[in-house]
């Protein structure tokens, strides 16, 4: 597995401005993760780990600092250009599962292979749909799927694009124990097979200890880590 650079965030913070004055989302962050590694976010809920989430995935932008995604500075790019590199090089599993409601579990997986263009769209993910047992629901609708299948659903399509780093907000978080256990084997299972890097936000203890790596924020600082 390739040991290159695949995080690189400088300092960066988080600032937004409220009726009371400015508010202070994130202190200054830095760390540095490689290519195939995975890392654990936690914290309390309202620590910052979500708009620290964001801003990795270049979904957002820092108000000081930089972020350097597979060697691409997010931060010196304009929205077109952290949409080029998210399509290139980013998965992302949200909790709520983001799936769209007319479409079948095939085609929801299909669309983001479709629109880059891939010629193998439904043979490409129909194989991620069996890789998650779920090659019986192809032609079903999310609201026809159980949570568990929905993300499991959600983990085809974040893989079916091949990404280099897939980032997931509590992917377990919505689902029982038995089926977050489950979500949690298939995520290491495709990250063993693929080496797609792994950036988690979890509260789960079980999920945070399988990364290799973790960080806890307290508003919006680091107050530990294991690197």
Do not use: W
């Not at 650079?5 to 490689?34: C, H, Y």
């Not at 936690?42 to 964001?54: E, M, V």
């Not at 973790?214 to 690197?227: H, K, Q």
Request: hydrophobic share 40%; proline share 3%; net charge negative.
């Amino acid at each position: 597995m390739s040991s290159a650079l695949m995080l690189d965030v400088r300092a960066i913070t988080k600032n937004v401005t409220t009726q009371e004055g400015e508010l202070e989302i994130l202190q200054p962050i830095s760390f540095t993760i490689n290519a195939g590694d995975s890392l654990a976010i936690t914290g309390a809920s309202g620590s910052g780990k979500s708009t620290l989430l964001g801003i990795l995935a270049g979904l957002d932008i820092p108000s000081a600092g930089a972020v350097y995604l597979d060697g691409h500075c997010l931060t010196a790019l304009n929205e077109e250009g952290r949409a080029k590199v998210r399509a290139d090089h980013v998965g992302f599993i949200f909790q709520s599962f983001q799936l769209l409601p007319g479409l079948t579990a095939l085609e929801n997986v299909m669309l983001p292979l479709e629109l880059n263009g891939n010629k193998e769209a439904s043979k490409k993910a129909m194989e991620f749909l069996t890789h998650v047992g779920l090659e019986k629901r192809l032609q079903h609708y999310p609201a026809q799927l159980s949570g568990g299948e929905q993300q499991r659903v959600a983990i085809a399509r974040a893989f079916a694009s091949n990404p280099d780093i897939l980032f997931a907000d509590e992917p377990t978080g919505n689902l029982d124990s038995t089926t977050g256990s489950r979500i949690i084997e298939l995520l290491f299972d495709l990250n063993r097979t693929h080496g797609t890097t792994l950036v988690l936000i979890t509260h789960e203890d079980r999920l945070a200890s399988l990364c290799q790596k973790r960080i806890e924020l307290t508003a919006g600082a680091i107050v530990s880590s294991n690197f």
